[in-house]
T-cell receptor, first 117, second 109 residues
């Protein structure tokens, strides 16, 4: 049973380009979360999605960032017009059911490292 | 004030030593507490949940003091493979896990 799969693992973009990060949740998981880890910082929640729905995007920057989880295919985190400050590790996580008080039902992918030059 | 605060370390200890990490959290309504481990350029992995009664998993013991809003992790008989960053994580009533910046541990031969 494959875990949470993220790609690309490493991505280099020039300032102003677009970055697309993909996440395939674990089999049977319909809840996806994206977290960002800036250099020397802790992980920060960005967005929580279910199939075709954004449930909570309170952690998403107001501009340039968007996320989707279509009926078919992986979840995608899209960053438009990237800037150097977007350089970070972006972790996707999935869970079989909705958020509960047990964080041990959430499984993280290996992350996508974005470098903006 | 940050929601979850940890001493960043690094903690350098010899093999076999006992080491303790502490963490404080600011939201008294927080409901769930965890320790995660993160290796360099890897994803965080759940080490253990933390309960008010305290809990132990092998060489690892976690404690929660709700009155002081304080969480601890004790590692006994440290192994080289314990070298990693240990993340204190707090969950409020919502969806998000709130991560501390982590405490770096290096176990040396």
């Amino acid at each position: 049973n494959a875990g949470v799969m993220q790609n690309p693992r490493h991505l280099v973009r020039r300032r102003g380009q677009e970055a697309r990060l993909r996440c395939s949740p674990m089999k049977g998981h319909s809840h996806v979360y994206w977290y960002r880890q800036l250099p020397e910082e802790g992980l920060k929640f960005m967005v929580y999605l279910q199939k075709e729905n954004i449930i909570d995007e309170s952690g998403m920057p107001k501009e340039r960032f968007s996320a989707e989880f279509p009926k078919e295919g992986p979840s995608i985190l899209r960053i438009q017009q990237v800037v150097r400050g977007d350089s970070a590790a972006y972790f996707c996580a999935s869970s079989p059911t909705g958020p509960s008080s047990s964080g041990n039902t959430i499984y993280f992918g290996e992350g996508s490292w974005l470098t903006v030059v | 004030r940050k929601e979850v605060e940890q001493d960043p370390g690094p903690f350098n200890v010899p093999e076999g030593a006992t080491v303790a990490f502490n963490c404080t959290y600011s939201n008294s309504a927080s409901q769930s507490f965890f320790w995660y481990r993160q290796d360099c350029r890897k994803e965080p992995k759940l080490l253990m949940s933390v309960y008010s009664s305290g809990n132990e998993d092998g060489r690892f013991t976690a404690q929660l003091n709700r009155a002081s809003q304080y969480i601890s992790l004790l590692i006994r008989d440290s192994k080289l493979s314990d070298s990693a960053t240990y993340l204190c994580v707090v969950q409020n009533s919502g969806y998000a896990l709130n991560f501390g910046k982590g405490t770096s541990l290096l176990v040396t031969p």
